[in-house]
T-cell receptor, first 112, second 114 residues
Framework: GENVEQHPSTLSVQEGDSAVIKCTYS??????FPWYKQELGKRPQLIID?????GEKKDQRIAVTLNKTAKHFSLHITETQPEDSAVYFC???????????FGIGTKLQVIP | GAVVSQHPSRVICKSGTSVKIECRSL??????MFWYRQFPKQSLMLMAT?????????EQGVEKDKFLINHASLTLSTLTVTSAHPEDSSFYIC??????????FGPGTRLTVL
């Protein structure tokens, strides 16, 4: 089955700096790569996603890059703000109504 | 986006009792739903895939006789934790996927077994 590795597990940055979270996966059939933000006690919220026919996608301060050959994808948050503090999960999916495999999560702390 | 509700949001029960959690897709039909369990400071772990009109598919290590899943309609899946014990205390979340893979999560149910 799919194996998703995510790092770092914790990340502290100063407000205004950039944060980068990286994930690798094993299943070459995976073709959908979402990123979720989860605040304590709440449901995961989709913040950005990318499909395998695209190498990079950007939405304001958030961007995701995908390297299918190397089987890794990354989340980039620029100009971080305290409200970006949360746990971020990467995930992979192989299409259709298949299950999603999550990374272990990264706890991001943005220090004011 | 689509909306998924979950009920109850919190439940406290005594050890040995059973607890039912409902997951509903409010504005779309979900032939498939997923049930996750999340322990503190850990990732979401898939427990089972709920399929409308057929048996659920359980992940390795998940006891199907303890975690009963029923997907009786295109908008409702239920998870029943039978004979709950303190180690079953966790955050249970359901999700319903679109064909493209996007997951719509329920708000989660915090289960505490005393």
């Amino acid at each position: 089955g799919e194996n998703v590795e995510q790092h770092p597990s914790t990340l502290s940055v100063q407000e205004g700096d950039s944060a980068v979270i990286k994930c690798t996966y094993s299943d070459s059939a995976s073709n959908y790569f979402p990123w979720y933000k989860q605040e304590l006690g709440k449901r995961p919220q989709l913040i950005i996603d990318i499909r395998s026919n695209v190498g990079e996608k950007k939405d304001q301060r958030i961007a995701v890059t995908l390297n299918k050959t190397a089987k890794h994808f990354s989340l980039h948050i620029t100009e971080t703000q305290p409200e970006d503090s949360a746990v971020y999960f990467c995930a992979t999916h192989s299409g259709g109504y298949q299950k999603v495999t999550f990374g272990i999560g990264t706890k991001l702390q943005v220090i004011p | 986006g689509a909306v998924v509700s979950q009920h109850p949001s919190r439940v406290i029960c005594k050890s040995g009792t059973s607890v039912k959690i409902e997951c509903r897709s409010l504005d779309f039909q979900a032939t498939t739903m997923f049930w996750y369990r999340q322990f503190p400071k850990q990732s979401l772990m898939l427990m089972a895939t709920s399929n409308e009109g057929s048996k659920a598919t359980y992940e390795q290590g998940v006891e199907k006789d303890k975690f009963l899943i029923n997907h009786a309609s295109l908008t409702l899946s239920t998870l029943t934790v039978t004979s709950a014990h303190p180690e079953d205390s966790s955050f249970y979340i359901c999700s319903a996927p679109t064909e493209g893979g996007e997951q719509f999560f329920g708000p989660g149910t915090r289960l505490t077994v005393l």
